[in-house]
């Protein structure tokens, strides 16, 4: 497994910095090209790949106006296909999702995705129309990043122990040499990203090396909850990263009160531009609506975010050799109303962090990670399995007559729900909702559950139990 590590410089001499950021401007046109003549249906989607767009171009000329190197610009046009190759994968998915909503007729369903996966939409009118509705063509906005090959840079150390890398300029022959923060030398392919005078220099490593990944993990099965408040909460009743609501709501407040100040200067600057004042326009827009400083407050609160939900997962994973999570990845709306201010704290909610955490810290400490349905997890009580209401924190059980704490109560039927034989992970929550309430019509009427009854057996036939576990 490779991880990426970052090695940071502030401070770099100002025409070395100028010459990186000129370098990647021309290679972000680059990028723009590749979008605008690829990124859509007649490009990737007809088969077509990097390589054969760096001939096309080396025969008609075209990287002749660009004004870079060999190596920098089919570097550029090989990760921009990259990109434009993922941006296709994820139009896929909701394709699929659109198959599988349009027929139950297994051949038929088979028939679409085969087509769909050999890039043979465009002869079938339901797959062209879903991949013209779902793959849009996309825009780059990318003009601060160099890709770098592997062979195409080396580090020197000087005299005083400092580690410098030297990567190719503009001109051949010519390398810009960086001073490093870090005394380890990056090795493979580097991404260099300019971001307000500072150099970031993006590589990978082996996930092998890190220390973290030398932590043995624990001996026992823990079901977690993901939540809002905090991390992550066991079934154990442990919380961890209990931090994380008080970052998400903090910096929620902050940009409402800094964005509904930038509308105001913006409201300003346009009524001088409207007055003919464009001194006054010019100096609101230069000294008080830039980006610099919003996008360095921005990726530090993603890194503070990020190092306390890495915290919380390894605080699981050093008590549980088996972590059962529920599959919270996909987008879910309910259907009580909420106000504004709950909205935008929700739309921070960093589920998907928390769950590439889960896969990324099992993975590399040995530990599984198993996914389960998480459908009516926190609406069931654990002890009866009887559907309750939750308030807040509080699960209150109305045959029970017990009150849980919502989380500890959501992860221990996260547990449970990883042995559950009629309840898979792709189950529709309609029928995960008819499963819980025939439960509970059994117990109430102190029948046997039989593994016989109808019902119960094509419910099994037809989704059968594949969650699936992995040493994450």
């Not at 010519?174 to 990203?193: E, H, Y």
Request: some cysteine; aromatic content about 4%.
């Amino acid at each position: 497994m490779k991880v990426t590590r970052i090695a940071y410089f502030t401070g770099l001499n100002a025409g070395k910095y100028a010459a990186l950021v000129e370098q990647a401007r021309r290679l972000g046109r680059i990028r723009s090209e590749v979008w605008q003549r690829y990124g859509s249906i007649g490009g990737v989607g007809s088969g077509l790949r990097d390589r054969q767009v760096r001939d096309h171009w080396l025969a008609d000329g075209t990287h002749v106006r660009f004004g870079v190197l060999a190596n920098a610009w089919k570097e550029t046009v090989r990760d921009a296909m990259a990109d434009i190759g993922a941006n296709l994968a994820s139009a896929k998915v909701q394709v699929r999702r659109a198959i599988n909503r349009r027929t139950n007729d297994p051949v038929e369903r088979k028939r679409m995705l085969a087509a769909l996966i050999a890039d043979r939409w465009a002869s079938d009118p339901f797959l062209a129309r879903q991949m013209r509705k779902h793959w849009k063509r996309g825009r780059n906005r990318t003009h601060d990043q160099i890709v770098v090959r592997a062979d195409r840079h080396h580090t020197v150390t000087d005299p005083r122990g400092r580690l410098w890398l030297a990567v190719p300029g503009l001109e051949r022959r010519k390398m810009v040499k960086i001073p490093l923060s870090s005394t380890v030398a990056p090795t493979g392919t580097l991404r260099l990203i300019l971001r307000g005078g500072r150099v970031e220099v993006h590589y990978q490593i082996d996930a092998s090396q890190m220390r973290s990944s030398q932590r043995p993990c624990g001996d026992r099965t823990i079901g977690v909850d993901k939540g809002y408040s905090e991390a992550l909460t066991d079934s154990d009743g442990g919380r961890h990263g209990t931090r994380l609501g008080e970052l998400l709501a903090g910096e929620s407040d902050r940009l409402k009160e800094r964005n509904r100040r930038r509308a105001k200067l913006r409201s300003i600057a346009n009524t001088a531009s409207l007055r003919g004042d464009h001194a006054k326009a010019l100096r609101i827009r230069s000294h008080n609506l830039g980006t610099v400083k919003r996008d360095r407050q921005a990726a530090r609160h993603r890194a503070r975010v990020r190092t306390e939900i890495s915290t919380a997962v390894h605080g699981v994973v050093d008590k549980a050799a088996i972590v059962v999570a529920e599959d919270l990845t996909r987008s879910f709306a309910g259907r009580k109303r909420l106000g504004k201010n709950v909205n935008r704290r929700l739309a921070a909610w960093t589920k998907g962090v928390t769950a590439e955490a889960l896969t990324s810290v099992s993975e590399r400490r040995g530990s599984a990670l198993v996914r389960v349905n998480a459908a009516y997890t926190s609406q069931a009580c654990h002890r009866c399995g009887r559907l309750g209401r939750r308030s807040g924190d509080r699960f209150h059980c109305t045959w029970c007559g017990v009150v849980w704490q919502a989380d500890v109560n959501a992860a221990i039927n996260i547990l449970q729900r990883a042995g559950d034989p009629d309840i898979a992970l792709h189950t529709p929550h309609h029928a995960v909702r008819q499963i819980l309430q025939d439960r509970t019509d059994r117990h109430r009427t102190r029948l046997p559950v039989q593994d016989s009854i109808p019902a119960i057996a094509e419910r099994r036939a037809n989704h059968p139990n594949r969650s699936a576990m992995s040493n994450q």
